[in-house]
């Protein structure tokens, strides 16, 4: 039997002076409360009780015995209190990895502010060393993960946090060398930056998108920050997260390609364990940064990019 519940019957014996007293406060019979009793004396290996026709009285060893199963089961409760209230509240340990390149963009900031609004929480904020098993950041002692691509796995819970918009794009003094690109397929003839993860290119929206396997790379990273200063330097076509190339784009560093068809924005998700309850510091981390990329908006620049490109034609 399960000595936890050994225990519980036997502190109620002793607390009510009998087995049906006892019975009665744990709705069950006393039978049973006997029973428990006397399965915890064989465990324990001593006599606990002295059972007679009218009451039961402790002896030596049960008294010291009941006083140490009561401590145990007085500390059990409490820390089922203090574990229940921990999750309830916004305060504690948090652990969160996600790939280099995501956080060194604006969820670097989004979780910074977070950590200033909510100082009872201390984040830990890893970047790199993610497993391609869904799972692993759990195992890992992690308890979100973010990623871009939508990952179906009953083991674990995904929410949406934004949208992050890519933009193909390569410097003026690249284009001058090699041309322009005027439609998806002459991607084929360009020089390309690659990232390791994302060889596969994606132009255009829904069915009349394109997709085109990158042959010709001429630079390879896992940083779109190293790909972006490449790109800058005139060593091909890169597709880039629009928010660290957006000044670029502005200045005429860098120009953008195949404006008309665009490519696809890439989802942020955010996952998290299992369990039929969010812990609270969770819930409002998830909470605050759904808002936070609310209100801070990757500007769009498509337009103003056309524009600076045909004033440098000019």
């Known amino acids: 039997m399960d000595r936890l519940l050994l225990m519980h019957s036997f502190v109620t014996v002793a607390q009510n002076g009998s087995f049906n007293g006892a019975a009665k406060k744990l709705g069950s019979s006393g039978s049973l409360v006997s029973r428990h009793v006397a399965e915890l004396e064989r465990q324990v290996g001593v006599r606990l009780v002295n059972r007679t026709a009218r009451s039961v009285s402790l002896t ?41 390149w995501i956080g060194s963009l604006d969820l670097g900031d989004a979780i910074a502010a977070f950590s200033a609004e909510h100082p009872r929480i201390q984040v830990r904020f890893e970047l790199g060393g993610m497993s391609d098993r869904t799972y692993d950041f759990l195992d890992s002692g992690f308890d979100v993960a973010f990623h871009t691509r939508d990952l179906r796995d009953s083991g674990v819970r995904l929410k949406k946090i934004a949208s992050l918009p890519f933009v193909l794009c390569a410097s003026p003094d690249y284009l001058a060398r090699h041309g322009k690109l005027t439609e998806p397929n002459a991607i084929a003839g360009h020089d390309c930056l690659v990232h390791v993860n994302d060889p596969v290119w994606r132009v255009g929206h829904g069915h009349a ?67 039929q309850s969010t812990p609270r510091k969770i819930a409002v981390f998830l909470e605050f940064l759904t808002a936070w990329f609310a209100k801070n908006p990757i500007p769009r620049i498509a337009a103003e990019n056309r524009a600076t490109t045909d004033r440098l034609a000019d």
């Open 60 to 100: 030596e060893q049960g008294l010291r015995y009941a006083e140490f199963c009561s401590r145990i089961l007085d500390e059990i409760a409490a820390e089922d209190v203090s574990i229940a209230q921990l999750h309830d509240r916004a305060e504690g340990a948090l652990s969160i990895i996600c790939p280099k």
């Open 209 to 275: 998108s394109t997709l085109h396997k990158i042959r010709n790379v001429a630079f390879s990273s896992n940083s779109y920050i190293a790909l972006q200063k490449a790109a800058v330097h005139g060593r091909g076509i890169g597709l880039l997260p629009q928010r660290p190339a957006y000044d670029d784009l502005l200045s005429g560093a860098l120009e953008l390609l195949l404006p008309e068809l665009g490519v696809p924005e890439r989802p942020l998700f955010a996952i998290y364990g299992p369990g």
